[in-house]
């Protein structure tokens, strides 16, 4: 039994630039706070980025911003929880922003159930994963297959998890993966080869309406740009982000 229903959008146009998602999510934020909208999942895939959260190291970027520059890779600070990771083409990354006060507002709860979906969608696959204790994430055989970093404002979230399909695992060489030293995976990797992304995407947003008990439907650009219109912005949320200056860190307001 599903216990409402939300919007889909499934942003299948190519890989998008981590600053145009990450302000299309803090638009969606904004507007499920004020209730002008239902939950949301977005799918994509990102241009190269590194991402660095609330927890995050500096020792745990393992080149400087001027050699991620010149190989192409944006970096940004943002308000999720965890360390650094990597985002590129061949990765899903899910971002669901879903009003907590059906979870009953536990953070925790949300974070296993966003790992549960990810666990069940690569078990149609094949593939069996699992959590490990204390690292947040999905894990094949010791080594993680998807990220998992969530932040919360006003009992709605925002960011979520990245799933490795078919990337370049090489990338991964400039961090230090969400700080734990320890080795990543992909779906590709395990099983061998490639995996049609379009499959991996129906999947997942299958799995994310069983675990979650809402009924994501696909959504068009023009209606929920039409929503997103009626949506007043506040200072904070419309707040465009801003990419990490080779000599310093510009920080998100929370």
């Not at 699992?130 to 990220?147: F, L, M, N, S």
């Not at 499959?199 to 023009?222: G, N």
Request: hydrophobic letters at 45%.
């Amino acid at each position: 039994m599903t216990r409402q229903v939300g919007w889909l959008l499934d942003l299948t146009g190519g890989p998008v630039p981590y600053a145009e998602a990450w302000a299309l999510q803090r638009t969606l934020l904004a507007a499920r706070q004020a209730g002008r909208i239902p939950d949301v999942l977005v799918l994509l895939e990102h241009t190269p980025v590194v991402t660095i959260g609330r927890t995050g190291l500096g020792g745990n970027l393992l080149v400087s911003p001027d050699v991620l520059r010149a190989q192409g890779v944006d970096l940004f600070e943002i308000e999720r929880g965890g360390d650094v990771t990597y985002h590129g083409p061949g990765q899903l990354v899910g971002y669901p922003i879903v009003d907590l006060r059906a979870l009953d507002e536990e953070v925790v709860r949300f974070m296993r159930t966003l790992e549960e979906s990810i666990i069940r969608t690569v078990a149609v696959f094949g593939i069996s994963a699992a959590r490990q204790r204390g690292y947040p994430g999905v894990w094949v055989a010791g080594a993680k297959i998807a990220a998992v970093g969530v932040a919360v404002k006003r009992r709605v979230t925002m960011h979520g998890f990245a799933l490795n399909v078919n990337m370049d695992l090489s990338a991964f060489s400039v961090i230090n993966p969400c700080g734990l030293g320890r080795p990543v995976t992909s779906m590709a990797e395990v099983l061998g080869g490639p995996v049609e992304m379009a499959h991996v995407r129906r999947v997942y947003a299958e799995q994310f309406s069983d675990v979650f008990r809402i009924a994501v439907h696909p959504t068009s650009r023009e209606t929920f740009e039409g929503a997103l219109r009626e949506v007043p912005a506040t200072a904070e949320d419309a707040t465009p982000p801003q990419a990490v200056p080779a000599e310093g860190v510009s920080v998100v307001p929370r």
